[in-house]
Nanobody, 118 residues
């Protein structure tokens, strides 16, 4: 059974930084693509960043390019999202998800709240 847990959210002023962490049991992140998503109040969940399973290829939503960085520490089996130059519009619940072959993003954490004050 796969269990995904996010941590690292909090309240930060605009222009500040946060680093989110995603840990998983029952799943080795280096074998599967993993992504970060977010959902703001009244909005649909949206893709933020993803990292491939093999060559650590990364991709980002246009809204976070140049500000957010996704990375993976295989020794710790943890995926990170470094968020810099945060804006109030980045306020959302951030979710980590990892894929199941042929299915896509399947396993989700409970989310961590990020609030950016202006």
């Amino acid at each position: 059974q796969v269990h995904v847990v996010e941590s690292g959210g909090g309240l930060v002023q605009a222009g500040g930084s946060l680093r989110l962490s995603c840990a998983a049991s029952g799943r080795t992140f280096s074998n599967y693509a993993t992504g970060w998503f977010r959902q703001a109040p009244g909005k649909e969940r949206e893709f933020v960043a993803g990292i491939s399973w093999s060559i650590d290829s990364t991709n980002y939503a246009d809204s976070v390019k140049g500000r957010f960085t996704i990375s993976r520490d295989n020794a710790k089996n943890t995926v990170y999202l470094q968020m810099n130059s945060l804006k109030p519009e980045d306020t959302a619940v951030y979710y980590c998800s990892t894929t199941h072959p042929g299915v896509g993003y399947t396993y989700w954490g409970q989310g961590t709240q990020v609030t950016v004050s202006s």
